[in-house]
């Protein structure tokens, strides 16, 4: 059974790339580009997955806001989070440790299959 | 003459001639009503003396007219000084106005039996002053107007950073309380039938103005204090030699007055002289206070546009990255065949552009974290237990293909311990690969070996057998100025010099420290970093 990775990311372009690249290594790839999107999928939906990787500037709410949402529901709040962002703010960086967010990637470091590696080596 | 009219007439000489003084120096408002103020004093004590002194009705009664005007002029003059001491506009002016018009009505009043029915036997004086029904206006407003003074002095006081103001101010607060405080007692006769005790101090107002006027430059009349006292000793030693009763004397008198005179006149040259001084020392005080707010005032301006060009950097990084990252992602996927096989000869034009994205990514990356440094971000996020030499071991192998095109050689001295280091490993990797890179990149024929030393601290040494660093040059490779020396611009065209001053930043944030050395161009180069071990 494959692996469920959920990408909330608000640039197609960036979704396109990220989704292709891990859906050729193995994994299914939902995405959502709003937090309230991406709020009613995992939550609301029960869409639970096996890694979420999150970007931090989205057009309704900023990842961090998403991030302690989903720590406040039962079901979700065990799910490993990746932040992927290309914003790099020790301060925002910093809080979403404190979350539990497992790594912070900066977008442009990794090609989609490197990211496909990082997962990989995170659900082997 | 016993001492209460004496004491009366003393107050009354001073005041006159400290009022004088204050006026004929500087011909200005705020001396004028100081004038004023001293002059009412004068006519008041001059007043006070002609009724405890004089035995004959007339002379006690038009005395008791003098006390009187002098007496209500006092309080307000002196209130009128005081607004104008302190500087205070916003509806003041209403105010002094309305206060020269109660002093006008309380002086018509002072003709009438309203305010005096006439002179009385009092305790110990020949006569004192039997009121009318409206005469408790007089002491009322002597009053109000002192007391309104005393707090407008006591907020300025508390107010002010002026150390000089405040110290004047001080001095006049003391003068007031003892002037205004004696002075009200001669109201207790003939309100509370209680002797006027507090006549006496009236006169020491003068010992604290005149303090005042001396160490804090109160009116500015030093000057001019020095030259009539140095006169009017000349003058009373000319006339005592004149007036010399035999030869003797007549010679001893002259030698004094003419000393006297030259030293008196070597007094005011030195008064003057300090004078000047201290208004050049003023001046000269002024303009550099003046110069250092405007440099302060520039460095703020350019501070802000400082800020400004690094806020907006750091606002576009998002927009700068993203695109980068699509770039690199889908060359990445072209690559590596998901969208099917590549076509040969578009192999090369791809590796190319992937070529071109990655170092275009570093440049952002580089900006941005400059612009973090710039800042002061914090860059780094440091973790225990980071060991040097496999990061060492991939940036090597990162830059194995540029040796290899190169034929240089690149000895990596394996530590005999695992040494580690509390970094951010990302960061540490970026700070050692551009000393490497550099090393490389500036190294045409032999090599590049590196060693990692134990001690107190770890210190990684990076040495080439490169086109060296002149000695003039040494000191600014790692500066915010980004400089390159001329031969590294000559080998290496399009490098921007900020690589060493990125390393040298994230070093530092690791409480670390690098630098460099060169015999000279040529010669070689050893870069090192020292950092502490966890």
């Known amino acids: 059974m494959k692996k469920k990775v959920f990408l909330i990311e608000d640039d197609a372009a960036i979704i396109d790339i990220y989704s292709t690249g891990l859906k050729a290594a193995g994994f299914e790839v939902d995405a959502a580009t709003s937090g309230k999107e991406a709020i009613a999928k995992i939550i609301k939906q029960g869409k639970i997955p096996d890694l979420i990787l999150l970007d931090l500037l989205l057009p309704d709410m900023n990842g961090i806001e998403i991030l302690a949402e989903l720590r406040k529901d039962e079901k979700a709040k065990s799910i490993p989070v990746f932040v992927l962002t290309n914003y790099s703010d020790d301060e925002l960086e910093k809080m979403g440790y404190r979350l539990k967010a497992e790594k912070h990637l900066l977008k442009s470091d990794y090609t989609p299959g490197q990211l496909a590696e990082v997962v990989k080596e995170k659900l082997k | ?534």
């Open chain 2, 1 to 534: 003459m016993s001492f209460f009219p004496l004491s009366c007439l003393i107050t009354s000489f001073i005041s006159f001639i400290f009022g004088i003084f204050v006026f004929l120096n500087k011909k200005n408002r705020l001396n004028f009503l100081w004038f004023l103020t001293s002059i009412s004093i004068s006519i008041w004590s001059l007043g006070f003396f002609g009724v405890v002194y004089f035995t004959g009705y007339n002379w006690v009664w038009f005395s008791q007219y003098l006390l009187d005007i002098g007496g209500i002029l006092i309080p307000i003059s002196f209130f009128n000084f005081i607004i104008k001491f302190l500087k205070l506009k916003n509806g003041y002016k209403k105010i002094a106005i309305f206060s020269w018009l109660i002093a006008v009505f309380l002086i018509v009043l002072n003709f009438t039996t309203l305010f005096k029915k006439g002179m009385v036997p009092y305790e110990n004086f020949n006569y004192w002053i039997n009121p009318g029904p409206f005469y408790f206006l007089f002491p009322l407003i002597f009053v109000f107007f002192s007391l309104y003074a005393f707090i407008l002095l006591l907020k300025k006081f508390r107010e002010s950073d002026d150390k000089i103001f405040r110290a004047q101010i001080k001095y006049i607060i003391i003068a007031h309380i003892i002037g205004f405080g004696g002075g009200v007692t001669n109201f207790f006769p003939q309100l509370f039938k209680v002797y006027p005790f507090g006549n006496y101090l009236v006169v020491l107002y003068v010992f604290f103005i005149s303090y005042s006027i001396l160490k804090y430059h109160l009116f500015n009349i030093k000057i001019l204090a020095t030259e009539l006292f140095t006169f009017a000793i000349s003058v009373a030693l000319i006339v005592r030699t004149l007036l010399a009763e035999n030869l003797y004397d007549l010679i001893i008198n002259g030698v004094i007055a003419i000393l006297v005179s030259v030293f008196g006149v070597l007094l005011i040259r030195s008064v003057l002289k300090e004078v000047k001084q201290r208004e050049q020392l003023e001046k000269m005080a002024g303009d550099i206070k003046k110069a250092y707010e405007v440099e302060k005032k520039a460095h703020e301006e350019l501070q802000r546009l400082d800020d400004a060009k690094t806020q907006f950097t750091m606002a576009t990084q998002h927009h700068l990255r993203t695109p980068l990252t699509s770039m690199r992602g889908y060359i990445d996927l072209i690559m590596s065949g998901t969208y099917g096989k590549i076509p040969a000869k578009l192999k090369e034009p791809l590796l190319k552009f992937e070529i071109s994205t990655k170092r275009l990514i570093k440049i952002v990356n580089e900006f941005l974290d400059i612009s973090q440094f710039q800042l002061g971000k914090q860059v780094v996020s440091l973790k225990p237990g980071v060991k040097i030499a496999p990061i060492l071991q991939e940036i090597i192998e990162e830059l194995k293909f540029e040796i290899e095109a190169k034929s240089l050689y690149m000895h990596l001295e394996k530590p005999k311990e695992a040494f580690e280091v509390k970094a951010d490993e990302e960061k540490l990797k970026l700070a050692l690969f551009n000393l490497l890179d550099n090393a490389v990149k500036y190294t045409q024929k032999g090599g590049v070996t590196v060693d990692v030393k134990d001690g107190e601290k770890v210190k990684i040494v990076i040495k080439d057998t490169g086109i060296g660093i002149a000695k003039e040059e040494l000191s600014n490779i790692f500066g915010r100025t980004f400089e390159r020396g001329k031969e590294a611009k000559r080998i290496f065209t399009t490098g921007r010099g900020i690589g060493l001053y990125i390393t040298n930043e994230i070093v530092k944030a690791h409480n670390g420290r690098v630098w460099a050395e060169s015999e000279g161009l040529g010669r070689g180069s050893a870069f090192f970093v020292e950092l502490p071990v966890g």
